[in-house]
């Protein structure tokens, strides 16, 4: 059974303009994605799965976050490092 939003979605997209670019937008990508699977198939080349490719992406991501972090980190540690230092040879000389 369909969900009811889903129900109310298609004629409100199919009231307006916007709605007629929205589902001719998603319909077209539909097909290509088909056309896609299908040469894919008829050349025997081995595709990943939808869910493996959304794993990867976001291990990727996440990798990439983790980079930034880890680089962020190391200039605020040296930064801070040198200030400590500093505050440390100020506090021992007075």
């Known amino acids: 059974m369909a969900h009811p939003a889903s129900a109310l979605a298609v004629p409100i997209l199919a009231s307006n303009p916007v ?3 929205v ?3 998603s ?3 539909l ?3 088909g056309k896609k699977a299908g040469l894919a198939q008829e050349d025997g080349i081995d595709q990943p799965g939808l869910a493996d490719r959304t794993i990867k ?3 990727k991501t996440a990798y990439k976050a983790k980079t930034k972090i880890d680089d962020s980190l190391i200039r605020t540690r040296e930064k801070y490092s040198e200030m400590w230092d500093e505050a440390r ?3 021992s000389n007075s």
């Open 19 to 21: 709605g007629w670019v």
């Open 23 to 25: 589902l001719g937008a």
């Open 27 to 29: 319909g077209y990508l």
């Open 31 to 33: 097909y290509r994605a």
């Open 57 to 59: 992406g976001a291990m």
């Open 89 to 91: 040879m100020e506090a």
